[in-house]
């Protein structure tokens, strides 16, 4: 069964430095794959997604991700982290051939800023 | 900006009781799905919903659940009989597109089950 894999359940990062956020999902044929981000008490923004096209995908707030195929990895990176980003960061795959559309969710990942 | 919303943002019950938890979705969107996540946990996939009929359930979606779109805007979640391990945040979400499309998530009602 299709799984996603983040590694790190809690990351801190202090202002001004590299975020980066591990994500590898197991399957032989790559899915669409979607970072969302949650921010306390809402619910689960889209950050980015890949679906096939470009291996480099650009988000909001800065965010972007690189589909790896041969790491089965997608990887969420931010040059310069803001107080702004800390929340918890989640990776999602969809199946390529699933017809109804579900996300299935890694464990998540705590992103702390420190000033 | 349209959203998901969701009523009522926290529900708390006694076991055995039947919960209801509302969702609008957003209006153009077709898909719509219910997910939870038990504190500590990971989110979890339960059903996606499309032209008014279950389009897939998790095993988690017993019989205890069901969903149902009952009028042209909401979406609602049915747990029959509340059981201790219900006790979670649950997420509606809405999409234009199945695979592939971006889901809106509304912000979860969280239900305490006692």
């Known amino acids: 069964a299709q799984s996603v894999t983040q590694l790190g359940s809690h990351v801190s990062v202090s202002e001004g430095a590299l975020v980066l956020l591990r994500c590898n999902y197991s399957?032989?044929?790559?899915?669409?794959l979607f970072w969302y981000v949650q921010y306390p008490n809402q619910g689960l923004q889209l950050l980015l997604k890949?679906?096939?096209?470009?291996?480099l995908v650009k988000g909001i707030n800065g965010f972007e991700a690189e589909f790896k195929k041969s790491e089965t990895s997608f990887h969420l990176t931010k040059p310069s982290a803001h107080m702004s980003d800390a929340a918890e960061y989640f990776c999602a795959v969809t199946p390529i051939y699933n017809q109804g559309g579900k996300l299935i969710f890694g464990q998540g990942t705590e992103l702390s800023v420190k000033p | 900006e349209p959203e998901v919303t969701q009523t009522p943002s926290h529900q708390v019950t006694q076991m055995g009781q039947e919960v209801i938890l509302r969702c609008v979705p957003i209006?153009?969107?077709?898909?719509f799905y219910w997910y939870r996540q038990i504190l500590g946990q990971k989110v979890e996939f339960l059903v996606s919903?499309?032209?008014?009929?279950?389009?897939?359930k998790s095993e988690i979606f017993d019989d205890q659940f069901s969903v149902e779109r009952p009028d042209g805007s909401n979406f609602t979640l049915k747990i029959r009989s509340t059981k201790l391990e219900d006790s979670a945040m649950y997420f509606c979400?809405?999409?234009?597109?199945?695979?592939?499309?971006?889901?809106?998530f509304g912000p979860g009602t969280r239900l305490t089950v006692l």
């Open positions: 890949y679906t096939s096209a470009a291996t």
């Open positions: 919903f499309y032209n008014n009929e279950i389009s897939e």
């Open positions: 399957s032989s044929v790559p899915p669409y």
């Open positions: 979400a809405s999409s234009e597109a199945s695979v592939g499309g971006e889901q809106f």
């Open positions: 209006s153009n969107h077709l898909y």
